[in-house]
């Protein structure tokens, strides 16, 4: 019986002690928690919470636009029939580049009518010497030297009209006339074939030519959402082209007209398109910022972690004092999410390697 109750002590005494150790231990492991390395704090960075106005994200869709202030309509200045056409729809063109060729009657009048002011000036240049002469040499009025000034005068005057429309209508030699771009840009439009007749009464433009450098993003404004749009406001475009790409801008015009069929106002966004991949005519989504006169706390939305149907953040205060906060957001952007409670103004989070420290906390 003593043996018995000696084993039971034993007994007791180990059990004790081991749980002892599992509690120092956990108790360990709570005071140690986890820790930031070094290389990981070098690459991580952080935000501090901040109260703002509430800004909201609209979307709109719309359209991509051409910049009607760079883009032109080409028409030809004479008839005739087109002897070639040296570009096709969307090529690239540089201003004064030969686009067509027609060979016009017209043309040729044009040319003759130049030729016959040359002439002419020649003429009256020489009979004007001649006067000249002749008038020192007392054998001519002043009458007759005025009339033969009076001639030079006119014939000078013809020679330049006739250059002005020369240059106009490009003539070089022959009948041909030569359609060129007047700006560098895109071949948008082409209503022109080799072969084809054109009258000199043709009121279609046969080529238009756009400068895609900047292009205009124009939105469709439902009439709900018209209070909410002013000039300035800040945009960001997208394409079904390119979904991953952002465009930034602002809106520089806005045009106070419903439109009856889509029950809608427009406004435009100007776009810097110098690397060529905002299509004219293409869809485009557009999102702008309207920033309201609440203000809540805000942290960046790429602090913010969505796990289990739940919005979590994570303080930092040292390298091993890092806390996972859950918050209730009010709104939230693409850029910002808003919150009435949860944090407090001026805390500081972690942005990025967020996931990596979420993971290991949770673990």
């Known amino acids: 019986m003593p043996t018995k109750k000696l084993l039971i002590a034993t007994v007791a005494v180990v059990l004790l002690y081991s749980c002892q150790n599992h509690k120092e231990a956990d108790n360990a492991a709570i005071v140690k928690g986890f820790e930031i390395s070094e290389t990981m704090l070098k690459s991580t960075s ?59 009657t017209e043309v ?74 007047p700006i ?49 406001m800040p945009a960001v475009v997208s394409t079904l082209s390119y979904p991953d790409k952002k465009f930034q801008g602002s809106i520089d015009k806005i045009f106070k007209i419903i439109d009856p069929q889509t029950n809608s106002m427009q406004a435009r966004v100007v776009l810097d398109n110098k690397d060529g991949l905002l299509i004219p005519d293409s869809k485009a989504t557009i999102k702008v910022l309207h920033q309201s006169n609440t203000q809540a706390l805000a942290v960046p939305s790429d602090a913010v972690i969505f796990d289990q149907n739940k919005y979590f953040v994570l303080i930092y205060k040292s390298q091993n004092d890092i806390k996972i906060r859950e918050i209730q957001p009010i709104k939230q952007n693409e850029g910002t999410t808003y919150m009435a409670t949860g944090l407090q103004e001026g805390e500081k989070i972690v942005v990025n390697n967020k996931l990596l420290i979420y993971r290991a906390l949770n673990n």
């Open 46 to 104: 952080f935000a501090r919470v901040k109260k703002e106005n509430v800004t909201e994200e609209l979307n709109f869709f719309g359209k991509i636009s051409a910049d009607q202030n760079n883009y032109i309509d080409i028409f030809p200045l004479v008839g005739g029939n087109v002897v070639s056409v040296n570009v096709s729809l969307g090529d690239y063109v540089h201003k004064g580049q030969v686009l067509a060729t027609i060979r016009s």
């Open 108 to 181: 040729a009048g044009i040319q003759k009518d130049l030729s016959d002011a040359r002439t002419d000036v020649l003429l009256a240049e020489k009979n004007y010497r001649v006067a000249e002469d002749m008038y020192n040499g007392k054998l001519s009025t002043d009458k007759d030297m005025l009339e033969a000034k009076g001639q030079l005068t006119k014939a000078k005057e013809q020679l330049r009209r006739s250059e002005a429309v020369s240059q106009i209508y490009n003539v070089r030699t022959g009948n041909i006339y030569s359609v060129v771009s």
């Open 184 to 232: 560098d840009g895109y071949i948008v439009q082409k209503n022109i074939n080799k072969d084809m007749q054109l009258r000199s009464d043709r009121s279609d433009n046969i080529f238009d030519v756009a400068n895609t450098k900047d292009v205009w993003a124009i939105l469709n404004v439902n009439e709900t959402d018209i209070d909410k749009i002013s000039m300035g």
